[in-house]
């Protein structure tokens, strides 16, 4: 297994792993971190195929998706800050009012 | 003595890959948000590593300054701000722990089989990645979207900015 392949597993398996926590973790602020896990995965695979392909256009794009990842969690913040004043829980489980 | 250096390379990458999965496997196995969330800090760190091994060291120097520094600090910040005695910080998982993990492991799975049988171009670059070329192709052939970033950011201030004052009204 060469270096690209190791990297790209590894992007694969944090974003795998990412998503599983955003699935299954019941607590607003650990599922938003594992949301950051997934950026950070995606931000790898840039960097490695940027390397493979020796372009720039890799890396102004994990620039741009630093960026978003600021803004996003810019955002969020005060929204779980709004939802904790409502409902005085983190629990994921306490705003399930949409479930059909 | 250059092939010792390259040996020693590919040990370092194998050694910080373990690291950064290690530190993701914790996330989902920690409970309390905290510890999560230094578990994250870690795992950023060791991918900054990765970073700075295959040449590209600014974006090693950005993700501890913008991830490890501004986004976590804000993190850990509301983590403090909130109450420790919630039900969520005492019960760690949802009901769909089985499922999930089943179907994380076919995802991975899938693109990892695509991956084995499509990638043949081994990664042999590893000179340095110079921010002399990057700065270059950034605001010459990417300005436009570098223009776009700071619309971006201003649109989220502004929403920050609104949310708050909308649930501010909500409860007096």
Known sequence: ?100 | MEALLQEFDTLLLYVFAGLSLAGAIAMLVLQHPMRVAMALVATMIWLGAIYGLVGVHFIAAFQILIYVSAVMVFIIYVIMLLDVRDMAYTRRYAGLLIPGAIAAVVFFGVLAATLWRTVEVPLTTTAAFGIGQFAVDFLQQYWLQFEVTSVLLVAAVVAAIAVVKAGGKDHG
């Open chain 1, 1 to 100: 297994m060469d270096k690209l392949q190791l990297l790209l597993l590894l992007a694969l398996a944090l974003f795998a792993i990412g998503l599983l926590g955003v699935v299954i973790r019941r607590n607003l602020l650990v599922m938003l971190m594992c949301m950051e896990l997934m950026l950070n995965a995606a931000n790898l695979s840039l960097v490695t195929l940027a390397r493979q392909t020796d372009t720039s256009a890799g890396a102004v794009l994990v620039f741009l998706v630093f960026v978003v990842a600021a803004a996003e969690i810019a955002i969020a913040i005060p929204i779980v800050l709004l939802l904790v004043r409502r409902r005085h829980t983190l629990d994921a489980d306490a705003y399930a009012d949409l479930k059909g």
